[in-house]
């Protein structure tokens, strides 16, 4: 899948993304590559939600990772 990284300085074909903990926040690493960072664990698993949903019912040929302030926590 292609992803446009937070700060759209890289785009990747990626095929695993993880989270990390990185101090107080939560970064979304794939292809060895920073892609997003986020201010908590439930809005790093909610954007790996919207990628997994994008995979399901591609929306776009590339997935731009949104900004922290972008994600509402449920």
């Known amino acids: 899948m292609w992803i ?7 785009l990747i074909n990626v095929d695993v993304i993880s989270v990390h ?5 939560y970064l979304i690493r794939g292809g060895g590559y920073e892609l997003g960072r986020y201010s908590s664990k439930e809005k790093a698993l909610l954007v790996l939600d919207m990628i997994q949903e994008n995979l399901e019912y591609p ?10 302030t972008e994600v509402d926590e449920v």
């Open 4 to 10: 446009r990284s937070q700060n759209k300085r890289l």
């Open 59 to 68: 929306y776009y040929e590339v997935f731009q990772m949104p900004t922290d």
């Open 21 to 25: 903990d990185d101090c107080d926040d």
